[in-house]
């Protein structure tokens, strides 16, 4: 299948006033236009990133990606548009808005550019309904952030969503967002450099311990952003713990490393051996390349941690680069073994 990438972001060039056609609230996000190729990605007021015409020009975002050598490419929103702190009315108006913004973006080459939806993953109901009518569009695949206010991925509603998922074959992007903040976060990056990665590490932990996986079936296409955060590597502690206090941690039906198989994540950790301890704990069949494409944090050229690899074999590596992405995606590959 060549190299598939099944983490990058989007932002449209444009999109209408949210506070004229959704409500009048003050903090929507809006683009503030610096030039033909720049501008900044605005949350109300405040700064909330600087980003380039790679985030909605098809043009070069092919040019980056042949430079890379990557064939394909999942294309997923800027998770500042989830709108998982407004009313699920609000938030199903935005998802529309960015879903059919999505497929703008991606139609210049339908067939490397793929779509991941939205959608208001506040209410169950709407969000079935937004990711059913996105694939009627052509969208294949929907991301989610990792949680909704207090809710994490083991509340009931979603649970629902994600049965839905399953049911219809839906492979599913989660992806860390809306991370603590504090006065120790707010130095260095920090909130992105440690909270994304204990915000994923929390996600997977909920879907394990919340029986999440004893309740979807195994038909569940599911990914984790970042390599899984701090997962792989903190895996022997959760299962000390689950056996060494089974009165407080054993809340599901079997002990955690159990549930491995059940999820992949992506290969956004840079070094092979981290990468390594990615497959020596999850398999390499659960590993699939990521970019975080175009933003600063991601990696370039993508799937590079990969190909350093020097102790993966010739299929372990093939499967990383895109077999495993090509059976995530299921029925969507078809349009790549098209091209």
Not at 117 to 136: N, W
Not at 168 to 192: N, Q
Request: negative net charge; contains cysteine; aromatic residues 8%.
């Amino acid at each position: 299948m060549g190299t598939i990438d099944v983490h990058s972001h989007y932002v449209p060039r444009g999109w209408p006033d949210l506070s004229e056609v959704v409500s009048p609230r003050r903090d929507w996000p809006w683009l503030r236009v610096d030039s033909e190729r720049e501008a900044c990605l605005m949350v109300g007021s405040r700064e909330f990133r600087r980003i380039g015409d790679a985030c909605w020009n098809a043009e070069v975002r092919l040019a980056d990606m042949d430079a890379d050598g990557v064939d394909a490419q999942v294309v997923s929103p800027t998770p500042v548009f989830f709108s998982y702190d407004a009313t699920a009315s609000e938030a199903t108006k935005v998802a529309r808005i960015f879903n059919d913004l999505a497929l703008e973006v991606c139609a210049p080459a339908s067939d490397r550019l793929l779509p991941f939806a939205q959608v208001p993953l506040q209410d169950p109901d709407a969000a079935c309904a937004e990711v059913d009518r996105c694939l009627a569009n052509g969208h294949l695949g929907v991301e989610i952030g990792n949680h909704i206010g207090d809710r994490d991925l083991d509340d009931e509603g979603v649970v629902t969503f994600l049965q839905h998922c399953a049911d219809r074959g839906v492979p599913v992007f989660v992806h860390p967002w809306d991370m603590p903040s504090s006065p120790r976060l707010d130095r260095w990056m920090a909130r992105w450099i440690t909270g994304m990665p204990a915000e994923t590490h929390l996600t997977i932990l909920a879907m394990i311990l919340g029986g999440v996986f004893d309740r979807v079936p195994q038909s569940l296409r599911i990914c984790f952003a970042h390599g899984g955060g701090s997962f792989a590597f903190w895996l022997g502690r959760l299962e000390n713990a689950w056996h060494g206090r089974r009165d407080i941690i054993a809340t599901s039906k079997l002990p955690p490393s159990q549930y491995v198989g059940r999820f992949s994540v992506d290969s956004v950790v840079f070094e092979p051996t981290a990468l390594r301890t990615l497959v020596d704990t999850l398999g390499a069949d659960c590993v699939m390349v990521g970019s975080d494409y175009p933003y600063p944090l991601g990696e370039r050229p993508v799937g590079n941690v990969v190909h350093q690899a020097d102790f993966l074999d010739d299929d372990a590596r093939a499967a990383l680069l895109g077999g495993n992405a090509a059976r995530f995606l299921g029925s969507g590959a078809a349009k790549l073994r098209g091209r």
